[in-house]
């Protein structure tokens, strides 16, 4: 991935901010070789930071080896001694397995084996977090997928160019294209009914419950029981 322009200026920057992930988006990371960077969405991931259950723990003389499994894998976090601390300079912060714990660090990859090279470990005695994280993975994939949502003001043109640019160079999942072209570029093998559909739903603004069926009958001049049996085109938009 270069750096030079502003998509791949924004893919570095990116690669250096904390990023919320599963584990599961850890192990399905891209890497063209076993020294490679990893990256999630096209974009190059470092910093991360997972909450996870403590399976068990390894205390050796120069660092702590805790196993995690957040409900979709389970991988190793390696907490280095630190000089500071007392007795045997670990600081497991109160850890303790069968418990939760928020863990953020390097993403690393070495000999094939992927693990965060932690640079903090606490308890996540907060019930909410767990539940906070998952929704905080979902929200930044989807922006890194889709492109972000309209901010306070800003119109839908000024979203739809900014999410042109954004790292897979598609318009924004949050807004409607300005254009009834768009549905002919991405859906080139629909039939012609569905293709008015998604034409006439594209143009529609966004709302939280959707475009009704009879007003898409009313536009395609069709039942609205035939709009009920092309389900699939929900899929193809999203």
Same mark, same amino acid.
């Given at each position: ?17 904390? %990023? !919320? ?10 890497? @063209? ?44 976090? %390696? ?16 850890? &303790? ?8 660090? @390097? ?50 043109? &000024? ?17 409607? !294209? ?9 859906? !080139?093998?629909?039939?012609?009914? @569905? ?9 529609? !603004? ?14 395609? &001049? ?5 709009? %009920?049996?092309?389900p699939f085109i929900l899929f193809r938009l999203f």
């Amino acid at each position: 991935m270069g750096s030079q322009g502003s998509p791949g200026g924004e893919r570095r920057a990116a690669s250096q901010s904390l %990023r !919320p992930l599963t584990i599961k988006q850890i192990f399905s990371a891209e890497q @063209a070789h076993t020294d490679a960077e990893l990256y999630i969405d096209g974009v190059e991931v470092t910093q991360v930071t997972v909450v996870a259950q403590v399976i068990s723990i390894q205390t050796q003389t120069t660092n702590s080896v805790y196993y995690l499994d957040d409900g979709t894998g389970r991988m190793e976090a %390696r907490l280095w001694a630190d000089s500071s601390t007392e007795d045997d300079g670990i600081d497991n912060r109160g850890v &303790k397995e069968q418990t939760n714990v928020r863990v953020t660090g @390097a993403l690393k990859s070495f000999s094939g084996k992927r693990y965060i090279n932690a640079t903090n470990i606490r308890p996540s005695t907060d019930p909410h977090e767990l539940y906070f994280h998952m929704m905080e993975v979902m929200y930044v994939t989807l922006v890194h997928q889709r492109g972000p949502p309209p901010r306070a003001g800003e119109t839908i043109s &000024k979203v739809s160019a900014s999410a042109s640019t954004s790292t897979n160079g598609n318009y924004s999942a949050y807004t409607t !294209p300005t254009t009834t072209t768009a549905a002919s570029d991405k859906y !080139p093998d629909v039939g012609p009914l @569905a293709r008015r559909i998604v034409e006439f739903i594209l143009t529609q !603004p966004t709302r939280p419950e959707g475009t009704h069926v009879a007003a898409i009958a009313r536009h395609v &001049k069709v039942d609205a029981a035939a709009i %009920r049996r092309v389900p699939f085109i929900l899929f193809r938009l999203f």
